[in-house]
């Protein structure tokens, strides 16, 4: 029977170093393995287009409803390449994925439930790697950029609600405050049994 390729999916507040140890997971990995890295939001598509231009400039407004419609459409339109990916044997690293949607969203004050729907049935991710870190750690990693949602009241909410999910057995909590290489190594650990573990497995959809 061919081997399929595994979702891996990453999380986390704004700084914790995500988008780092994706990157360097996705090299390291690529050695050995056949992987491909994606980030959500994809910011090339026309609908990514629309959203980059939402976090970068606070003049354009869009109902709290839309933008959060604009995110789940922007993964939805990624689905059949991650399904063909995943089944050609290739895993997927996926920098954010359906959580950081309802977490940012949800955070803004929309019903949770609503927040979730527009996710459920998506491919559903292996596991999902959260990079805890405290708000007082990010912030000594120095001030938040320019992007929307990138304060420090906003990100505590974001965090509290990510952190509801954490008990979900496909998650797998890592401590972000270590040094890079450590992460990696914790990071690295998780992934490889994650990537045998499934082969032969049948991929989920998401029920969130
Ligand atoms: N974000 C990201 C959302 O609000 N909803 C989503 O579905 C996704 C995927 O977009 F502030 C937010 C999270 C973050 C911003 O993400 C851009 P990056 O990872 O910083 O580019
Ligand atoms: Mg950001």
């Known amino acids: 029977m061919m081997k399929r390729g595994a979702i891996i999916v990453f999380e ?5 170093g995500k988008s780092t140890q994706v990157q360097l997971l996705h090299d390291v990995l690529q050695k050995s393995r056949s992987v491909e890295l994606m980030r959500f939001p994809n910011r090339q598509t026309p609908i990514g287009q629309k959203i980059n231009s ?4 606070k003049a354009v407004q869009l109902d709290d409803h839309v933008i959060h419609l604009l995110f789940s459409a922007n993964r939805w339109e990624a689905r059949n390449q991650m399904l063909e990916t995943i089944q050609s044997g290739k895993s997927i690293i996926v920098d954010r994925y359906a959580y950081s949607g309802v977490s940012f969203s949800a955070a803004k004050g929309l019903d949770l439930d ?9 491919p559903a991710p292996d596991v999902v790697i959260y990079l805890q870190l405290s708000i007082e750690e990010a912030q000594k990693r120095g001030n938040y ?6 304060t420090v ?3 505590r909410k974001v ?3 990510y952190e509801n999910k954490m008990k979900d057995p496909s998650w797998k909590v890592v401590n972000a405050s270590q040094k890079p290489e450590d992460l990696h190594n914790d990071i690295r650990s ?4 994650v990537i045998q573990d499934v082969e032969h497995t049948p991929l989920n959809t998401l029920t969130i």
């Open 190 to 193: 998780i992934v490889e049994s």
């Open 54 to 57: 939402y976090l970068t400039d």
């Open 114 to 122: 609503w927040c979730k729907d527009p996710d459920r049935g998506l």
């Open 12 to 16: 986390g507040i704004d700084r914790c």
């Open 159 to 161: 965090k509290d609600l």
């Open 145 to 150: 950029g320019e992007e929307r949602y990138e």
């Open 153 to 155: 009241e906003f990100q």
